[in-house]
């Protein structure tokens, strides 16, 4: 009913209480292809399904290196993807100029949670049309972290933003007590079961379409693409079966 009257910027409340452009905007992060991310009390995983425009076209970039503590996984508008990683590659690059450190991870998702805020509350702008998941490791022990685009962050131990992401979130409620004490090599498995579940019917993960990342103690950050995904996927059709016997 009041949609038409409020929806024309991302500084009007509608009598509901809803800003309707946020609301878009979180719609954008649902058309994306699924990302899923993961820790455990040593490393911390991103596994993501790439998407390709069309046969003739390479796939897109899913997962971002920001530092070498810190990456990203993208859902959503990519070029508003791009925009967030310079800016968060500029806050790591300044940390590491003025202050001698690292970014904390921490610090690095509210810079971005108040940079995407303030887009809700100025006339003229709009909310970033993109979701993200956030992981680093820093003096504290592995983090992840989800960005949306209202601005709220929030730290989880797995969490899934995307299509069908719902299918991989109940895969991670149902195992994340165990995350803690798995290894790296177990835990990136882990993310590729629950990955498999956002998939549509007929399709499945190859090494084509997907992307991993992974961070922590004494292992950079490091993203796997093509046939460096292909032991890990080896691993999770292994698992599977050994699962059906």
Not at 142 to 166: D, K, M, N
Not at 202 to 213: P, V, Y
């Amino acid at each position: 009913m009041f949609r038409n009257q409020y929806d024309n910027d991302a500084s009007t409340w509608s009598p509901q209480g809803c800003i309707f452009q946020v609301d878009y905007a979180s719609e954008a992060v649902k058309q994306g292809t699924a990302v899923v991310g993961l820790k455990s009390k040593t490393h911390v995983v991103l596994v993501a399904v790439k998407r390709s425009p069309s046969e003739l076209a390479s796939y897109q970039k899913k997962i971002i290196r920001i530092d070498d503590h810190m990456g990203i996984a993208v859902a959503g508008l990519t070029s508003d993807a791009r925009v967030l990683s310079n800016y968060l590659r500029t806050e790591a690059m300044r940390s590491k100029m003025v202050y001698g450190r690292a970014l904390p991870v921490g610090r690095a998702v509210s810079a971005i949670g108040d940079k995407a805020q303030t887009n809700t509350q100025e006339y003229g702008r709009r909310p970033y049309g993109v979701g993200l998941l956030v992981i680093g490791h820093d003096d504290t022990g592995p983090h992840l972290y989800e960005f949306s685009p209202s601005g709220i962050v929030s730290e989880y131990y797995g969490y899934s933003i995307g299509a069908r992401s719902q299918s991989a979130r109940t895969n991670l409620e149902r195992n994340f007590e165990r995350f803690e004490e798995l290894s790296l090599q177990e835990l990136v498995v882990q993310g590729l079961r629950a990955l498999r579940d956002t998939m549509p019917q007929g399709k499945q993960l190859d090494s084509m379409n997907t992307s991993i990342g992974f961070v922590g103690m004494d292992t950079k950050m490091t993203i796997l693409d093509g046939d460096g995904t292909q032991p890990y996927l080896d691993q999770l059709d292994e698992a599977e079966a050994m699962d059906t016997e």
